[in-house]
């Protein structure tokens, strides 16, 4: 089954921009993977889809400042002129025909 | 639009059984998606429990598999979960959400403790 690594915590300046990194493990490579953000208390919120091919699809209501990229088993996201309601955990999901996986989260910290 | 609210009881005895319902707003659980329950204990990350498809079908964490079952109500336009033999280590904030590939949709999440 895939697993997903994460960094455990990333952090950025108000207004700056931040990659966040999501690998894929060995022989899986190619899986889509989606991006979520969880606020402090809060429920995970959908951003995006995101292929291997660097092709993303956003959910809706989701800033144009959210974007997503990819390089071979990494999937990433980019949080562009930071604001401080970007503070969250940003967490990683991948699925087969099986099982779902979430990586362990980011918890990104606005200065 | 389709909306997800999660509800039981927020207090299970140990060794008890878990019960939790998801209520689907908005649209239909027969469309062509799966639906799930995810689960993140305090402090801690997201975990998938296990899901139903629209045509019945099932999948379960197989961590969970031998407790586990989920189930659908289409005449109630709900899913349902039950955990059976809980321990402490079951306290989480239970979340049902959609798929549609990956999860697009979230409930607000139900807090469930285990404790006598």
């Known amino acids: 089954q895939p697993v997903l690594t994460q960094s455990s915590s990333a952090s950025a300046s108000l207004g700056s921009s931040v990659k966040l990194t999501c690998t894929l493990s060995?022989?899986?490579?190619?899986?889509?993977i989606a991006w979520h953000q969880q606020q402090p208390g809060k429920a995970p919120r959908y951003l995006m889809k995101?292929?291997?091919?660097?092709?993303?699809k956003k959910g809706s209501g989701v800033p144009d400042r959210f974007s997503g990229s990819s390089s071979g088993a990494d999937r990433y996201l980019t949080i562009s002129n930071l604001q401080f309601e970007d503070e969250a955990v940003y967490y990683c999901?991948?699925?087969?025909?099986?099982?779902?996986?979430f990586g362990g989260g980011t918890e990104l910290t606005v200065l | 639009q389709v909306q997800l609210q999660e509800s039981g009881p927020g207090l299970v005895k140990p060794s008890g059984t878990l019960s939790l319902t998801c209520a689907v707003s908005?649209?239909?659980?027969?469309?062509?998606?799966?639906w799930s329950w995810v689960r993140q204990p305090p402090g801690k990350g997201l975990e998938w429990i296990g899901e139903?498809?629209?045509?019945?079908?099932?999948s379960y964490n197989p961590s969970l598999k031998s407790r586990v079952t989920v189930s659908a109500d289409k005449s109630k336009n709900h899913l349902s979960l039950k955990l059976t033999s809980v321990t402490a280590a079951d306290t989480a904030v239970y979340y049902c959400?959609?798929?549609?590939?990956?999860?697009?949709?979230w409930g607000q999440g139900t807090l469930v403790t285990v404790s006598s």
């Open positions: 139903i498809s629209d045509s019945g079908s099932t």
């Open positions: 908005g649209g239909s659980i027969s469309s062509r998606n799966w």
């Open positions: 060995s022989g899986h490579s190619s899986y889509i």
């Open positions: 959400a959609r798929a549609d590939g990956g999860f697009d949709i």
């Open positions: 999901e991948t699925w087969d025909s099986t099982i779902r996986v």
């Open positions: 995101l292929e291997g091919s660097g092709s993303y």
